[in-house]
T-cell receptor
């Protein structure tokens, strides 16, 4: 069973607030990912990291930022939340090598009012 | 460019029916990986299967089976004798091999929502 955690699971916050979504994994995986999921189900890669001090933007432009100071921790920050940021955010990690699966956390459902 | 198409947005079946979820992919690479994930109402994506492009053998795991056909670029997923607990969104995904053989990022299809009614 995968050991990847996300907090909080649910968050309702007002416009303009700064928020950080936490993601941590205990598997020692170098690769980590953040996805944003529409209410219509589609998954969009917004950030990824292949190791400590490595971060890249994904396919979908996002106003969020990420950091990777420790292997196990990959937090996502929104400096000023807006209603358009309302979404489900999923974190994942993956082992190195050939064709490994990604393990997903339970997700954070964010609502910005 | 890579692309994954799941043409069925929603499927509804009655318990014990068999159901097939379609997945068609596009890639220019000869080495790639295909995946299926399940997302139950709780929200977490659960890994179901991974295939590499060199292994076209079909696979069966209990009530689940997968049919990989490179000739039609398809990787379809069949649930036999469906159950209410199979109700979920199912995602097909593709990853190309990068230089050196490691796995590139996943490209997901838009998902198929399966509802199994008692």
């Amino acid at each position: 069973e995968a050991d990847i955690y996300q907090t909080p699971r649910y968050l309702v916050i007002g416009t303009g607030k700064k928020i950080t979504l936490e993601c941590s994994q205990t598997m020692g995986h170098d690769k980590m990912y953040w996805y944003q999921q529409d209410p219509g189900m589609e998954l969009h890669l917004i950030h990824y990291s292949y190791g400590v001090n490595s971060t890249e933007k994904g396919d979908l432009s996002s106003e969020s930022t990420v950091s990777r100071i420790r292997t196990e921790h990959f937090p996502l920050t929104l400096e000023s939340a807006r209603p358009s940021h309302t979404s489900q955010y999923l974190c994942a990690s993956e082992g190195q090598g050939y064709g490994f699966e990604q393990y997903f956390g339970p997700g954070t459902r964010l609502t910005v009012t | 460019a890579q692309k994954v198409t799941q043409a069925q947005t929603e499927i509804s079946v009655v318990e014990k029916e068999d159901v097939t979820l379609d997945c068609v992919y596009e890639t220019r690479d000869t080495t790639y990986y295909l995946f299926w994930y399940k997302q139950p109402p709780s929200g977490e994506l659960v890994f179901l299967i991974r295939r590499n492009s060199f292994d076209e053998q079909n696979e069966i795991s209990g009530r689940y089976s997968w049919n990989f056909q490179k000739s039609t670029s398809s990787f379809n997923f069949t649930i036999t004798a469906s159950q209410v607990v199979d109700s979920a969104v199912y995602f097909c995904a593709l990853s190309e091999a990068k230089d050196g053989g490691s796995q590139g990022n996943l490209i997901f299809g838009k998902g198929t929502k399966l509802s199994v009614k008692p």
